[in-house]
């Protein structure tokens, strides 16, 4: 059961009024000509494709799950192939890809707001196509002339799919010490021998070829993550003609059984002298799997968004259709048995959190993908610099803070079905499980949050940070002398000095002992997404006042989310505030055997 409708307005609303991509597009070139007609087309009909033929196959897909067949085969859930034949015939895997490779060259704003949809209507098969798009984007920027000829015409077309093979059954995060050995052959390629697990979309029946990007090591490699090397390791190896050939030493062993998005193979891959073909340099393969990482860490902030949003439509249905109990101040449905639960207070807030998460987390992630086309495509050199500094700021934020959301909000859907959140036949708990992998995988939260406050912001002396809090005082200076943006200006304003100082508090601390970072970096990271999201719900404000006399309660319902968000959901910075001030000594003075 359950429902999903793409939210086109609201969708259309952060594009063109918000972001005004329109004229942002002028400063870059390759997309210079695009227009929001042809934007608003591309995602209606990518929204019918999401609520016509992904959607109806998400239950059933998490009921059936993946098969494993034996000797490397696997089968995903009925339906699952026909749906991605329909995907591929339709264009869609090419929709942000480089069009001297068969794609349509839409920038990553277009391709984001596609992914956003995809995840609300069924996570698990959307992990086949975007793992692809990250192989896409890895090989574009690292593969060789040779390497892009053979692999991205196939990856953008769709017939071929992509996965990442990082994680090894003794290490997740920490790859400098993995132990996959890349020997060299007398033909130029490698033979590459270890085992990969977790490997999501590892193997599959959805396409002809499946293309792995393998890290393992040569023989000569410093220790460490100064001696990964980065290699293409396809299923079939191609022939001269394109086309797969011989079948290559790469095969699953098995599938793992989880507790979420059970219709996505996560298998073992075993490697035995698989022939792989270095990407990149020699040791360097890090730094080029980082465009995949970060690509799938992005990633995971759609998923999470979507996630939330399909959450909020059904928590927002059943909330107006359930009978229970009358209201406080007295019968809101005298002709009915009881009132519907939407009068209950506490039920509104759990649709307004996530309402609210929800709208933020599609205006953040929104202007983030623009960032990264302004990064890419822009015809001036430092407003791409300044961009790529606001990603490499923001990806952290947009795949921990999203996905902490996503969870909490899944968890209230299951809350407002009360006992039929908790059986499978309304979907609810399966969005809560599937929601529960988004906080774990890419890094962690915690390994997000230590990215963002160490590497992000201290290694720099805050000056990524001080980007964006340009940002936000360039908006208070505008806005706070208006008597209507006060109930947004102020909070925004406030918050924005207290990053400031928590930052300088934490970064004296750090000089005398780093677990001041590590016992500090989860609570930080919670209070700087909770600034970004007040920028944008201030942005989106200001935009609800001026057109409100319109008559559009689309306006009004936004002006009332941002009253909502500044009145319930930015106070819990005074929490984590004060979390992050505690420092690490209640942490670490308890010997490991008082535990």
Known sequence: MGQYAAPLRDMQFVLHEL???????????????LDADTINQVLEEAGKFCSEVLFPLNQSGDREGCTYEGDGVVRTPKGFKEAYQQYVEAGWPALGCDPEYGGQGLPAFVNNALYEMLNSANQAWTMYPGLSHGAYECLHAHGTPEQQRIYLP???AGVWTGTMCLTEPHCGTDLGILRTKAEPNVDGSFAITGTKIFISSGEHDLSENIIHLVLARLPDAPPGTKGISLFVV??????????????????????EHKMGIHANSTCVMNLDNAKGWLVGEPN????????????????????????????????????????QMRSLTGPKAPEKAADP???????????????????GARAFSYWSAMQIDKELSHGDE????????LVALLTPILKAFLSDNAFECTNHAMQVFGGHGFIAEWGMEQYVRDARINMIYEGTNAVQSLDLLGRKVLADMGAKLRKFGKLVTDFVEAEGVKPEMQEFVNPLADIGDKVQKLTMEIGMKAMQNQDEVGAAAVPYLRTVGHLVFSYFWARMARIALDKQASGDPFYKSKLATARFYFAKLLPETAATIRQARAGAKSLMEIEEALF
Do not use: W
Not at 341 to 359: M, N, S
């Open 341 to 359: 639960i939407i009068v209950h207070p506490d039920v509104r807030r759990i649709l307004l959190t996530q309402k609210a998460y929800a709208e």
């Open 234 to 255: 396809p299923k079939f190896i191609p022939t001269e003609a394109g086309e797969p050939g011989e079948r290559n030493g790469i095969k699953c062993g098995s599938i």
């Open 382 to 389: 430092a407003v791409r610099k300044e961009a790529a500094d």
């Open 19 to 33: 972001l005004n991509v329109e004229a942002e597009v002028k400063g870059m070139p390759k997309h210079a000509d």
């Open 154 to 156: 196939k990856l953008v």
């Open 284 to 323: 360097r393969g890090l730094q080029a799997m980082f465009v995949m990482m970060n690509a799938a860490r992005l990633g995971v902030g759609m998923q999470s968004l979507g996630l939330t949003e399909v959450a909020y439509q059904n928590s927002l249905v059943y909330a107006k259709e359930r009978l």
